[in-house]
């Protein structure tokens, strides 16, 4: 279909249920197929001052719905999508927080960061990560090397160079072990076997002279 007749489309779509357009819109754009929650962010729309229904605040609205178990969808819907993506890893280097502001004037922090997991063959893979708003409360603690837990939807775009970029917008986070935790963990570890180690070492050398001492004995 070209361009034209696409957009004549539209237009006839728009002027027949504008309401109906919206809502399908976001759904196919921002993945919400609950009919109530898509029924709350058309009444936010048109009462806010958002310039396009495909503003990034759209995305800080189904967030805040999530959080407050306002929309209901069926874990195969989250499952089916490949853009969502759960991540266990370790966190590289350090956390960058920056301070954005929306296009009304309203500011908010964007969390970024770096973790590094392993496939199935043991091979490591980088991701970038970015949480936006109170998404980055927790994150923006994470320090390098500690264990992490991310879910988040995967965004790929393609600079113009060619080159494609991958991004996971956190959706949610938990810290599993911090780096400190992971350190005393594996001193303990260290020290349980140095324990074994050295119980075998006695016990071989009771062993050697209690063979000894038959042996004179026996003599």
């Known amino acids: 279909m070209k361009f034209e007749d696409m957009k004549k489309q539209l237009e006839t779509m728009i002027n027949e249920d504008y309401q109906e ?3 399908a819109v976001v ?6 197929n609950d009919k109530e ?9 048109m009462d ?11 995305d800080y609205m189904i967030d805040e719905l999530r959080e407050q178990g306002k929309i209901n969808e069926a874990v195969s819907t989250e499952v089916e999508q ?3 993506v759960n991540l266990v890893g370790n966190v590289v280097g350090d956390v960058d927080i920056l301070n954005r502001e929306t296009k009304d004037g309203n500011s908010f922090k964007v969390v970024n960061f770096s973790v590094v997991s392993k496939d199935e063959d043991g091979n490591k893979n980088y991701t970038n990560c970015s949480a936006y708003g109170e998404k980055g409360e927790i994150p923006k603690d994470f320090k390098d090397g500690d264990f992490v837990k991310i879910f988040g939807q995967m965004r790929k775009s393609v600079d113009d160079k060619g080159k494609e970029h991958a991004n996971l917008r956190v ?6 072990k911090a780096k400190e935790q992971m350190k005393d963990t594996k001193e303990v570890k260290k020290s349980v076997l140095g324990a074994i180690k050295e119980y075998k070492e006695q016990d071989k050398a009771s062993n050697q002279a ?4 038959d042996k004179g004995q026996e003599r």
Do not use: C, N, Q, R
């Open 21 to 23: 357009f919206i809502k």
């Open 27 to 32: 759904s196919v754009e921002k993945g919400v």
């Open 37 to 45: 929650a898509l029924d709350t962010i058309y009444k936010e729309f």
């Open 48 to 58: 806010g001052d958002l310039p396009s229904f495909l503003h990034e605040d759209f």
């Open 82 to 84: 490949d853009d969502l």
């Open 171 to 176: 959706l949610s986070s938990k810290l599993l």
């Open 210 to 213: 209690k063979v000894k001492t």
